[in-house]
């Protein structure tokens, strides 16, 4: 697998997307869903790389499937 194509904040949404993560980046990254923009801008200044990667997932079309394109990944299915 490609890992190492991703840049910190890539790699931080594909280990959220498949449940790769430790139990802290999980706990971050159910909060991020959880959280509207005013808390999502306090939560990005203590994890700017983070928040930033999951605003371009949440709302940059065709961000997420660029990110699968650098893992190999079939876009449609997006399976590890």
Request: hydrophobic share 50%; aromatic share 14%.
């Amino acid at each position: 697998m490609a890992m190492n194509k991703l840049d910190p904040g890539e790699l931080f949404i594909v280990k959220w997307q498949y449940g790769l993560h430790g139990e802290f980046e999980a706990t971050l990254a159910r909060l991020m869903v959880a959280a509207d923009n005013f808390n999502l801008k306090r939560l990005k200044k203590s994890y700017p790389v983070e928040v930033e990667a999951f605003m371009k997932y949440k709302n940059e079309a065709g961000w997420w499937a660029g990110v699968k394109a650098k893992l190999k990944l079939n876009p449609a299915f997006g399976s590890l």
